[in-house]
């Protein structure tokens, strides 16, 4: 199983390097915040970079609905049993949506920090979502989705003064388990950090070449 995908996540990944794509697999556990992110970052940045959404869900089409209410093309996969998107999945989502050459293209995974951490979806990097009501010893206990990811972003820091959550620590756990991952504290409530997230997004596009442009018109794909 393992073998097939990894085939059609090379396949994906071409796909997207030919068409100077920046496509991105957002991951986390449920509840972490990552609908909450894109909505924000889609509302902020769509007049700047065409952004298109494939959203990962077991059941039900309300992450998909929120996506495009935001102002994004989006394409809902529902898994059913299965607790993670495969690269055939983003392959048939990506015939529908059709982002046109330097999109971008966020993958919101099936909320699990287990089973994703195995499914290459030919995605340009990984981006695990990790919430301040989680705990910071997340990254020890699921070494293998930290370990994957080459960004951390630890959401919902407008809730700090009332958890019991040491970034500190949260931060020295993730670099134990992989000394080479990207660190960003940020809260879509205020708005504090965002403008880091927007920096990454912006540096990594123009490592494809890319410079900020005007978004062209975007289809209104859909799938339930």
């Known amino acids: 199983m393992l073998a097939k995908n990894d085939k059609l996540a090379?396949?994906?990944?071409?796909?997207?390097?030919g068409r100077g794509i920046l496509a991105?697999?957002?991951?986390?556990?449920?509840?972490?915040?990552?609908?909450?992110l894109l909505e924000r970052t889609i509302q902020d940045l769509k007049d700047e970079i065409p952004i298109f959404v494939i959203e990962g869900d077991q059941a039900t089409a309300n992450d998909g609905e929120r996506i495009r209410a935001a102002g994004a093309a989006a394409?809902?996969?529902?898994?059913?049993?299965?607790?993670?998107?495969?690269?055939?999945?983003?392959?048939?989502?990506?015939?529908e949506l059709r982002p046109p050459s330097g999109a971008m293209v966020l993958?919101?995974?099936?909320?699990?920090?287990?089973?994703?951490?195995?499914?290459?979806?030919?995605?340009?990097a990984k981006v695990i979502v990790?919430?301040?009501t989680e705990g910071q010893d997340k990254p020890l206990k699921y070494?293998?989705?930290?370990?994957?990811?080459?960004?951390?972003?630890?959401?919902?820091?407008?809730?700090?003064?009332?958890?019991?959550?040491?970034m500190d620590v949260a931060l020295a756990n993730a670099r134990a388990v992989n000394p080479a991952i990207e660190?960003?504290?940020?809260?879509?409530?205020?708005?504090?950090?965002?403008?880091?997230?927007?920096?990454?997004?912006?540096?990594?596009?123009r490592s494809l070449g890319h410079s900020s442009s005007i978004a062209p018109q975007r289809s209104a794909a859909h799938k339930s």
Request: glycine residues 10%; aromatic residues 8%; charged residues 15%.
């Open 10 to 17: 090379m396949r994906n990944r071409g796909w997207f390097e």
């Open 24 to 36: 991105l697999n957002i991951v986390s556990s449920p509840g972490a915040g990552k609908t909450t």
């Open 75 to 95: 394409v809902q996969v529902n898994t059913g049993t299965g607790c993670h998107l495969e690269a055939d999945m983003v392959a048939q989502a990506l015939e």
């Open 107 to 124: 993958i919101e995974n099936v909320g699990n920090l287990v089973c994703p951490a195995l499914f290459d979806l030919g995605e340009h």
């Open 130 to 132: 990790l919430s301040v």
């Open 143 to 166: 070494p293998n989705m930290f370990q994957a990811a080459n960004l951390m972003i630890v959401s919902k820091t407008d809730l700090l003064p009332y958890v019991d959550f040491d």
């Open 183 to 205: 660190a960003i504290a940020l809260s879509v409530r205020n708005g504090e950090g965002v403008d880091q997230w927007y920096g990454w997004l912006r540096s990594h596009r």
